[in-house]
């Protein structure tokens, strides 16, 4: 098959919008303009549905400028879609690739945006359309297999550990019980990136609840009582995916009527019905009078000004290498090449990673949960690997303290 010496490529960002994946676009872009092959760089807005309606942006036409303000801002600077492509919805994209003479497709998402490029190159094989599809690893969940932690989660993490060092000191100056509920419905990696705060022995979260690990609520009842009996106070990180001891989802059993999403799950992040049962079941068996509890919603993932510097840095690369992997194969005139980005954490002793290329089909509809290493053996907390695994992405925590515990006088 005769190689395409010059064409168009198309880049999207799509699913949840994260602090970093406007880095990840951008590093797409500084890239793309760096070589010759790539004619045209179209930005898809609001990914496969701006796709399939021809709606795109010129982005080699961006000012560097402007290129650095986007990669430094949080959410999806070309709006995202919670579409789950099929083949004939893939089959649309694929028409207009042919029509706009697109012959490389970068797709910055979690494994379902994995599995849409999976589907598209495969459609194009077999069609003897000469296309790269590269999937650029995003999600604040941290839940794609094969790389060692996804752009997106370490941002994510610094906010959640951020906000729970601040609810611990709110709730040492006026004690009581204090419940965070943090997203992750099927993998705990974000919820157990509280833990990141407990800077002391006596220091909240005191309990973290996955979705890992299920629990009744009568064990429930007697963790917050420990903990309060000891501390007279008690901060909770709960994921909005915890379930019952019979495998179902506390959510979905206190819901009369579960707004679903997209695809077809129960809506967790956008209601505070799990923090305001679980507030109302420690209150009416404990007599507990100062009870309180937040749902962290879809704050976690793009609140502005809180960027890690190590994620920033990942996101970036990682646009960068995927335009470097689908030029590759021309230069070296070999076929056509479709993968997706990972990242390899290196053993040394600083913290270092190497990117390295994986195979749609590793990752494509697949999900990654929380290792039980990093999960404590009762259930309602995590251990110092996962500490010591997720510290460094978030390139650092603030320091804190306080004056209660000095001596009185």
């Given amino acids: ?18 602090g970093v994946i406007n880095a990840s676009l951008v590093g797409v872009i ?3 303009k760096k070589h010759p092959e790539i004619a045209n760089l179209y930005g898809a807005i609001h990914a496969v549905t701006g796709i399939v309606k021809d709606q795109f942006i010129n982005l080699k036409k961006i000012p560097a400028k402007t290129l650095n303000l986007v990669a430094a801002s949080s959410s999806s600077a070309l709006g995202s879609s919670r579409d789950k492509p ?47 599809a ?3 690893p995003k999600t604040i969940d941290n839940d794609l297999l094969v790389t060692d932690h996804c752009p997106g989660f370490g941002t994510a993490a610094k906010f959640v550990a951020c906000a729970l060092m601040g609810d611990d000191l709110d709730n040492r100056a006026l004690p009581g019980i204090k419940i965070d509920v943090i997203m ?11 833990a990141l705060a407990k ?42 995916g ?9 959510t979905k059993k206190i819901a009369d009527t579960g707004e679903k999403d997209a695809h077809g799950n129960i809506q967790l992040s956008g209601t505070g019905a799990l923090a305001d049962f679980l507030a109302d079941q420690i209150r009416a068996a404990l007599k507990i009078k100062r009870v309180r509890a937040d749902t962290f919603g879809y704050l976690q993932r793009s609140f502005a000004g809180l960027q890690s510097p190590v994620d920033f840095k990942e996101a970036r690369l990682c646009g960068r290498q995927a335009v470097k992997y689908a030029i590759k194969p021309i230069r070296q005139a070999q076929g056509g090449q479709s993968g997706s980005v990972a990242i390899k954490r290196l053993k040394s002793a600083k913290y270092a990673v190497e990117l390295f290329s994986t195979e749609l089909s590793s990752v494509a509809e697949k999900t990654k949960r929380l290792p039980d290493e990093f999960i404590n053996p009762e259930g309602n907390g995590v251990t110092n690997a996962f500490v010591k695994y997720a510290m460094p992405l978030t390139g650092g925590l603030p320091k804190t303290e306080y004056l209660g515990d000095y001596p009185r006088v």
């Fill in 1 to 18: 098959m005769a190689r395409v010496a010059k064409a168009n490529a198309v880049v999207g960002q799509s699913g949840g919008p994260t």
């Fill in 30 to 32: 500084e890239e793309a």
């Fill in 86 to 132: 099929d083949e004939e919805y893939c089959a649309k994209i694929l028409d207009i690739f042919k029509k706009r003479n697109v012959r490389y497709f970068f797709y910055i998402g979690g494994n379902d945006s994995a599995n849409t490029c999976f589907i598209i190159n495969n459609m194009a094989q077999k069609a003897g359309y000469e296309l790269c």
């Fill in 134 to 136: 590269w999937h650029i």
């Fill in 184 to 194: 992750g419905r099927n993998a705990g990696f974000l919820t157990a990136a509280a």
């Fill in 199 to 240: 800077n002391k022995e006596d220091a909240g979260p005191h309990l973290i609840y996955l979705p890992e690990r299920p629990i009744s609520m009568d064990k429930f009842l007697a963790d917050v009582t420990a903990v309060y009996t000891k501390y007279n106070r008690c901060v909770i990180a709960a994921s909005e």
């Fill in 242 to 250: 915890i379930c019952d001891t019979d495998g179902i989802i506390w």
